[in-house]
């Protein structure tokens, strides 16, 4: 028996025609949709300060006044957490959209996320609750399920653990629909999205990936026939390592070995996931806490032409004054100009100035005044990309635990009756795995100086004011060479915005991959966005681009 199992939405944002795609485009059981991450809870948290009855995603309201009506037609079930701080105004308003459409659907919410009353200063606090709640929801008949907060993956493992009758005690099962989950929840990053290999299939709109569960936790991963994109053993490994770090990946439901994951090619689009084991889950949840930081303002200087450092050394020290009471101040010179270019564009370089402060007014007129006036009296070709405004505030991310015990996580049926959901029976602690066995190392040979991407694909993301660099191998002998190349001092060495800070590399050679974790390279989180990139979505094909000395049989 099969559970397939379907997601449309991979953020609060994502392809608006998803759902219709998903529920026209084959056989579905369950559609899910994710739409919460650690930035979106702060702007739904915003979202609530000007109104107490918003707080949810409103973009997934829209498409089911769409799609309701289908899905209730094809029996698909839709599961979402677009309830964000407020799934129970959510149920409320799908029960009176379906009402006023003639559907006799019910619908269903989960609750006890919410511990911002217990943070105070917290703008949104909210505890990660695992799939039971939902899999309550379910098995009462619901046709719609919306929550707060749960983990990604709690959108699959509750509806497997619904229709398979899985108990807390079915780790293996319950690690499968994680493990199945976690590749579904960022949409078409499973289907060539995001890939470092895009160039291997036709990505120009990538089909939503699908999940063929079955009751002993195995499940293929594929997606509708017909759409774009395309799944391998790539796509799937990539998505794998994204967000993730050591080998256990602990969840509330249960801790996911993803040193155990085997993936086979099952034919065309079709990637089998076997073999996962799972473990008692942490004996904590966590908990994510959202707070308004203060407030950061920019303006990027553009600098054309020769004499590119001392234009930047010029506006730096004219700046300076107007900066001296700003508590944080940072300048980035990005050298983007090119010799005797063709275009102005190519001989320009770009000087980034970001500031932050608890008082918006230092960040504000101050800065933009000070910005303004250099028009007429500062290097020759002065202009900036855009003026700078009056500031804008900024969040704070970081991450607590509390016990399973203190959080109320209930499921609220359509007609008001409330489930309790009972807290993990058993925990264990989270530790390390022993570091595994590596492969031979390849015989000496030829070498080529040559960027790593040639030989290995990379994603990485973010985990608070962490971020994660996954490195995978292609093919084994790759592999060989990989896991005794890449070591820490040389992820260093390749990426020299690291050198300072701590990295943890993590080894998981069924998948023939390194998992880095780079501590503190985003600050206090996306919201704050303390870098560039400040989701470090790049970061891994930063990497790629690195040079180093490849033996030239992989090459």
Request: charged share 20%; net charge negative.
């Amino acid at each position: 028996m099969t559970l397939r199992i379907g997601n449309a939405s991979g953020f609060y944002g994502d392809r608006f025609d998803a759902m219709r795609e998903m529920l026209t485009g084959g056989e579905l059981d369950v559609l899910t949709g994710d739409y919460l991450a650690e930035l979106t809870m702060l702007i739904l948290g915003r979202d609530r300060l000007k109104d107490p009855g918003a707080g949810y995603a409103r973009t997934f309201l829209r498409q089911l006044e769409e799609c309701l009506g289908l899905a209730h037609e094809r029996g698909v079930k839709i599961v979402s957490n677009a309830g964000g701080l407020n799934p129970a105004g959510l149920a409320r308003r799908i029960s009176e959209l379906a009402d006023g459409l003639g559907l006799p659907v019910h619908v269903a919410h989960v609750e006890g996320d919410d511990l911002t009353a217990r943070h105070p200063g917290s703008l949104a606090a909210h505890a990660y609750l695992g799939g039971f709640g939902i899999a309550a929801c379910l098995r009462e008949g619901a046709d719609v399920v919306v929550t707060g907060r749960v983990t990604d993956a709690a959108l699959v493992t509750g509806p497997a653990a619904a229709h398979f009758g899985w108990g807390p005690g079915d780790y293996d099962r319950l690690a499968g629909a994680v493990v199945a989950g976690h590749v579904l929840e960022c949409g078409t990053q499973a289907t060539g999205g995001n890939y470092a290999f895009f160039q291997d299939g036709d990505v120009r709109r990538p089909g939503f990936p699908l999940a063929e569960l079955h009751e002993d936790g195995t499940a293929v991963i594929t997606k509708h026939p017909g759409t774009g994109g395309f799944v391998d053993v790539g796509t799937v490994t990539a998505q794998l390592l994204y967000e993730t770090a050591g080998a256990r990946y602990a969840g509330p439901d249960v801790t996911a070995r993803l040193d155990t994951i085997r993936l086979t090619q099952d034919g065309p689009d079709r990637v089998r996931i076997d073999g996962v084991s799972g473990e008692a889950p942490p004996p904590t949840l966590k908990v994510g806490l959202n707070r308004l930081g203060g407030f950061r303002n920019e303006v990027a200087f553009v600098l054309t032409g020769l004499d590119i450092e001392a234009k930047a050394a010029l506006v730096r020290e004219q700046m300076a004054p107007a900066l001296t009471k700003v508590a944080d101040v940072r300048w980035e010179l990005a050298r983007t100009d090119r010799p005797d270019a063709d275009t102005e564009e190519a001989a320009s370089a770009l000087l980034r100035l970001v500031v932050r402060d608890a008082e918006q007014e230092a960040v504000g007129r101050a800065l933009s005044g000070a910005a303004v006036e250099l028009a007429l009296a500062s290097y020759p070709g002065f202009h900036v990309l855009a003026p700078p405004g009056k500031g804008s505030p900024y969040g704070v991310f970081e991450d607590v635990y509390v016990p399973h015990g203190a959080v109320g996580h209930v499921a609220v049926l359509h007609g008001g009756r409330r489930i309790p959901v009972p807290s993990a029976h058993d925990t264990a602690v989270l530790e390390d795995v022993p570091q595994p066995p590596l492969p031979e190392p390849l015989p000496p040979g030829p070498v080529r100086r040559a960027p790593l991407g040639l030989v290995a694909g990379a994603r990485s993301g973010d985990k608070g004011g962490n971020a994660n660099v996954g490195v995978w191998a292609r093919t084994d002998e790759a592999w060989r060479w990989l896991a005794h190349t890449l070591t820490v001092d040389r992820f260093r060495e390749l990426l020299p915005e690291t050198a300072d800070l701590t990295v943890v590399r993590h080894p998981l050679p069924n998948l023939r991959a390194l998992n880095f974790v780079v501590e503190g390279i985003l600050g206090a989180g996306v919201a704050a966005q303390h870098r560039f990139d400040p989701q470090a979505k790049a970061l891994g094909e930063w990497l790629r681009t690195r040079h180093l000395d490849i033996p030239e049989a992989l090459l």
